[in-house]
C-alpha cells in the first residue's frame, strides 16, 4: 500500500519561494505530480514527472516552479519562486501508473495535501 507523505508548506509573501516535499512509501511509480486546489476551484495539474526524470509543468507554473527527484530518499520536490497569491492553494501529490499528465484522473494515490498561503 504506497503511501505519500507531502511537507513543506506554510505561509510566504508575494516573490517569496518554498519547497514542498513529498515523499514515498514505496518506489514503484511511474508518475509523480503535484496538484492544487484553491478554495471554490477545481484541482489543477502543476507539474508531474516520470521515472527518467522528464517533466512536464503548467503554463502557470513554467519558468518558477521546478519538479525534481532524489531517488535515494524515495522524495519529490517542487520548488517555488516567485510566489503569487493566485497560488495559494491545497497542494496534493500525486502517483499513477500512466503517463506523464496534468490530469488528476489518471493518478491513483494521492497524499493528504498542504496548504500553501501567499500573501500580498
Known amino acids: 500500500h504506497v503511501q505519500l507523505v507531502e511537507s513543506g508548506g506554510g505561509s510566504v509573501q508575494a516573490g517569496g519561494s518554498l519547497r514542498l516535499s513529498c515523499t514515498t512509501s514505496e518506489y514503484t511509480y511511474y508518475y509523480l505530480a503535484w496538484f492544487r486546489q484553491a478554495p471554490g476551484k477545481e484541482r489543477e495539474g502543476v507539474a508531474a514527472l516520470d521515472r527518467d526524470g522528464t517533466t512536464n509543468y503548467a503554463d502557470s507554473a513554467k519558468g518558477r516552479f521546478t519538479m525534481s527527484k532524489d531517488d535515494d530518499k524515495m522524495t519529490v520536490y517542487l520548488q517555488m519562486n516567485s510566489l503569487k497569491p493566485e497560488d495559494t492553494a491545497m497542494y496534493y501529490c500525486?502517483?499513477?501508473?500512466?503517463?506523464?499528465?496534468?490530469?488528476?484522473?489518471?493518478?491513483?494515490?494521492w497524499g493528504q495535501g498542504i496548504r500553501v498561503t501567499v500573501s500580498s
Open positions: 500525486a502517483a499513477g501508473p500512466l503517463a506523464l499528465s496534468m490530469d488528476p484522473g489518471w493518478y491513483n494515490i
